[in-house]
Nanobody
């Protein structure tokens, strides 16, 4: 079964931290094909972070220096460490794989509020 399953979302205060996880089925997991997107109400889905070929990473300007994407080949899991979160980080976060096609998880809600 082809699937991406996110976890780790929730309510966090501004300045706090949260770690999202995405477990992928074997057929659609390759570390350099994985990324995280987010979509806030009324906005388009946007790239947050991704792992590219050679193990390099890329980030949206709005999260550079605060978020870190990483992954485990053994666990077939990709993570998004979110530090110093801001209210504007509030969104549904989606895991994405671009291996052979576009695959999306069901999304996990992150709400940053005091």
């Amino acid at each position: 079964q082809v699937q991406l399953v996110e976890s780790g979302g929730g309510l966090v205060q501004p300045g706090g931290s949260l770690r999202l996880s995405c477990a992928a089925s074997e057929t659609i997991f390759r570390l350099d094909a994985m990324g995280w997107y987010r979509q806030a109400p009324g906005n388009e889905r946007e790239l947050v972070a991704a792992i590219t070929s050679g193990g390099l990473t890329k980030y949206a300007d709005s999260v550079k220096g605060r978020f870190i994407i990483s992954g485990s080949r053994v666990r077939r899991t990709v993570y998004l460490q979110m530090n110093n979160v801001k209210p504007e980080d509030t969104a549904v976060y989606y895991c994405h794989s671009e291996l052979y096609s576009d695959y999306w998880g069901q999304g996990t809600q992150v709400t940053v509020s005091s």
